[in-house]
């Protein structure tokens, strides 16, 4: 089983349903579905704006669970994580999201785990922070502690999706070029220029360093950028022009201006 499958997003006495239908879009793009509403306090009876921000994740909104408790929200799940932003009573082990997600992954191996969000107004209480068995805060500058509640659901759920190992990077379909092919795509290269007037033979030794160093690490400083761009305007140049073969780039055109 996906231990995904296993987490329990529980938000408490929440007040705004855009922020709920906001939250189910943070859950559905890290591949959590399970929306647990404690005793909510929901301004807007009609839910309208929280269906609207939900966007594609309004089967996360539709299949919400309701209760009337905190208690009653948690009570069959292995562990529950409380988040808090503030400190204080209960709450000196805290631990950030990326730290704490493995371990919540690990537990919900073996069984639901609720992860708990409070009000939008002053979060857990004391007493709702006293029955959870590990306490999350997400690292913040000190000047501004308070995040919006789908943003904290975001954050937290994107550590536990990052640490299940689900996301699967993409990578290049073909295979590392070979020294052999890149100094032959060089030596074309150091002819063509040439060919066009861009560098004489006497200089192409020299030149060619820097294209060498272009090819192995991309365009990084302004000279880089400066010799990409010569080649550019001298290939345009001898395009419209013609460039006789023994007319150094120099004469007729001045690719670095």
Not at 12 to 23: C, D, E, P
Not at 141 to 158: F, R
Request: a negative charge; one cysteine or more.
């Amino acid at each position: 089983m996906n231990p995904l499958d296993n987490i329990r997003i529980v938000l408490v006495g929440t007040l705004y349903s855009g922020n709920v239908g906001s939250a189910c879009r943070a859950m559905a793009n890290m591949g959590i579905r399970h929306l647990r509403l404690a005793a909510p306090n929901i301004q807007d009876k009609d839910w309208r704006e929280g269906e609207k921000l939900a966007v594609h994740a309004d089967d996360v909104l539709k299949n919400r669970e309701e209760f009337a408790t905190f208690e009653e929200a948690v009570e069959d799940c292995v562990a529950v994580v409380g988040t808090t932003a503030r400190g204080g009573l209960f709450r000196q082990h805290v631990k950030a999201p990326r730290d704490l997600a493995p371990e919540i992954l690990d537990l919900a191996s073996k069984g639901p785990v609720a992860v708990v969000f409070g009000r939008e107004d002053k979060g857990l209480l004391n007493e709702e922070v006293a029955q959870c068995t590990h306490l999350l805060r997400i690292p913040v500058d000190v000047g501004y502690t308070s995040i919006n509640l789908a943003q904290a659901v975001l954050i937290t759920a994107y550590e536990i999706f990052a640490a299940s190992g689900s996301y699967v990077p993409p990578h290049e379909k073909s295979a590392a070029a070979p020294q052999g092919l890149k100094m032959v795509l060089t030596r074309n290269w150091e002819t063509a220029l040439t060919d066009i007037g861009f560098m004489s033979e006497k200089e192409s030794e020299y030149m060619m360093q820097g294209v060498h160093r272009i090819f192995s690490r991309g365009v990084q400083t302004a000279d880089d950028a400066s010799i990409m761009l010569g080649i550019a305007r001298q290939m345009l140049w001898s395009h419209r022009h013609g460039v006789p073969p023994d007319t150094p780039a120099g004469e007729g055109y001045k690719p670095f201006q």
